[in-house]
């Protein structure tokens, strides 16, 4: 069973940048594809970006595209959330997920397709 711990999270003007960093233990990262979630305030958790085993495959919600960077380094078993242009509305606690997959270049967009999560970060961005 694999153990996910973020990191990086914090208060940050509207503009500005923040990089989440998923580290795991007990296993290797290689055999997972991961993703990234958040929960603002009073709504549901929503996915923000997925990456497949690999690393050749990604996904974003369309509203972190273009702002918003997933990447891994499997050697290392991290996967980071580069997080440019910040918004208010980027306020959330954000989660690392991950799930085993036999396929290289498979991303996972939902919730429930993730079996294993971090206790999540805490992101804030003022106006």
């Known amino acids: 069973q694999v153990q996910l711990v973020e990191s990086g999270g914090g208060l940050v003007q509207a503009g500005g940048s923040l990089r989440l960093s998923c580290a795991a233990s007990?296993?290797?990262?290689?055999?997972?594809?991961m993703g990234w979630f958040r929960r603002a305030p009073g709504k549901e958790r929503e996915f923000v970006a997925a990456?497949?085993?690999?690393?050749?495959?990604?996904r974003y919600a369309d509203s972190v595209k273009g702002r918003f960077t997933i990447s891994r380094d499997n050697a290392k078993n991290t996967v980071t959330l580069q997080m440019n242009s910040l918004k208010p509305e980027d306020t959330a606690v954000y989660y690392c997920?991950?799930?085993?997959?036999?396929?290289?270049?498979?991303?996972?967009?939902?919730?429930?397709?993730?079996?294993?999560w971090g206790q999540g970060t805490q992101v804030t961005v003022s106006s």
């Open positions: 007990g296993r290797t990262l290689s055999s997972y594809a």
């Open positions: 997920a991950g799930r085993q997959t036999l396929t290289n270049t498979l991303v996972f967009l939902k919730n429930d397709e993730y079996a294993y």
């Open positions: 990456i497949s085993r690999s690393g050749g495959n990604t």
